[in-house]
């Protein structure tokens, strides 16, 4: 869910992670080569899931932060020196490839969702050209309802190439997040650009029986092509929002 963000309490909680790991290296005047302590006990320190761990984890490796070894866990990577922070703003930010269940821990929501369906099946022409990939290649595809506080807010249907996180297949997205199994897969899929478009439409017959309304009320729908660190498409995602409970927000710059 594209979004803007204004402060570091508006970040997902992965890259709150990472950031308090790197503040953590800084102040102990880590060098290249020094080994970090153990996935169990850097997530028992900052009072996360190792899922959210290994999502921060591999974040700062997407940076040149720190780097894993197979058998050895992870060190502080080869740099001349770790980079410094950003300068602080209170002005509005790029806006962010965020997911639902991120944007809903930013704001202090509960997020849920019910699978309608998951299966693997062959991609076709047209999901091929869009994600990269050969046509009839492995494809994952999940329809679920997506809930925020228990309210109904948008039905969702994502397809992703199975080879980019062969998890995607074996996980229940009745309470995963699907952005956290991308950052924990080997090697991670951090999303990091999206092509994004958004409609109005009337709602389908199926659409009015799951969100139980009329055929008047108004349905936005967003498509979403979403890009990993490396410039690869992971992600083909078409929300289906009810009109009175979705506003998207955006900030336009006029470049120099």
Same mark, same amino acid.
């Given at each position: 869910?594209?979004?803007?963000?204004?402060?570091?309490?508006?970040?997902?909680?992965?890259?709150?992670?990472?950031?308090?790991? %790197? +503040?953590? @290296?800084?102040?102990?005047?880590? #060098?290249?080569?020094?080994? !970090?302590?153990?996935?169990? &006990? *850097? $997530?028992?320190?900052?009072?996360?899931?190792?899922?959210?761990?290994?999502?921060?984890?591999?974040?700062?490796?997407?940076?040149?932060?720190?780097?894993?070894?197979?058998?050895?866990?992870?060190?502080?990577?080869?740099?001349?020196?770790?980079?410094?922070?950003?300068?602080?703003?209170?002005?509005?930010?790029?806006?962010?490839?965020?997911?639902?269940?991120?944007?809903?821990?930013?704001?202090?929501?509960?997020?849920?969702?019910?699978?309608?369906?998951?299966?693997?099946?062959?991609?076709?022409?047209?999901?091929?050209?869009?994600?990269?990939?050969?046509?009839?290649?492995?494809?994952?595809?999940?329809?679920?309802?997506?809930? %925020? +506080?228990? @309210?109904?807010?948008?039905?969702? #249907?994502?397809?992703?190439? !199975?080879?980019?996180?062969? &998890? *995607? $297949?074996?996980?229940?997205?009745?309470?995963?997040?699907?952005?956290?199994?991308?950052?924990?897969?080997?090697?991670?899929?951090?999303?990091?650009?999206?092509?994004?478009?958004?409609?109005?439409?009337?709602?389908?017959?199926?659409?009015?029986?799951?969100?139980?309304?009329?055929?008047?009320?108004?349905?936005?729908?967003?498509?979403?092509?979403?890009?990993?660190?490396?410039?690869?498409?992971?992600?083909?995602?078409?929300?289906?929002?009810?009109?009175?409970?979705?506003?998207?927000?955006?900030?336009?710059?006029?470049?120099?």
């Amino acid at each position: 869910m594209p979004r803007g963000l204004f402060a570091d309490d508006a970040l997902p909680l992965y890259e709150r992670t990472a950031k308090q790991l %790197l +503040d953590d @290296l800084r102040a102990t005047a880590a #060098h290249p080569g020094d080994r !970090l302590p153990s996935e169990r &006990a *850097l $997530a028992t320190r900052y009072a996360v899931s190792r899922v959210t761990l290994r999502a921060a984890l591999a974040d700062l490796e997407s940076r040149g932060i720190v780097r894993p070894s197979s058998t050895r866990g992870w060190f502080v990577a080869d740099l001349d020196q770790l980079p410094e922070p950003p300068a602080a703003t209170t002005a509005e930010a790029t806006p962010q490839v965020q997911g639902l269940a991120d944007f809903a821990r930013v704001n202090g929501l509960t997020p849920s969702s019910r699978v309608l369906s998951a299966a693997v099946r062959p991609a076709t022409v047209s999901e091929a050209e869009d994600l990269r990939i050969a046509p009839g290649a492995d494809l994952f595809e999940l329809h679920r309802l997506r809930f %925020l +506080d228990g @309210l109904l807010v948008v039905l969702e #249907h994502n397809r992703l190439p !199975l080879a980019a996180c062969p &998890a *995607l $297949a074996e996980t229940d997205f009745n309470s995963a997040s699907l952005y956290a199994t991308l950052r924990a897969a080997n090697p991670p899929q951090t999303p990091r650009v999206a092509d994004y478009s958004c409609e109005a439409r009337h709602p389908t017959p199926r659409e009015m029986e799951l969100f139980e309304i009329g055929d008047t009320m108004p349905m936005l729908v967003a498509t979403t092509l979403t890009f990993n660190q490396a410039g690869r498409p992971i992600e083909l995602t078409v929300q289906v929002y009810r009109g009175d409970r979705y506003r998207f927000r955006a900030s336009i710059t006029n470049p120099a």
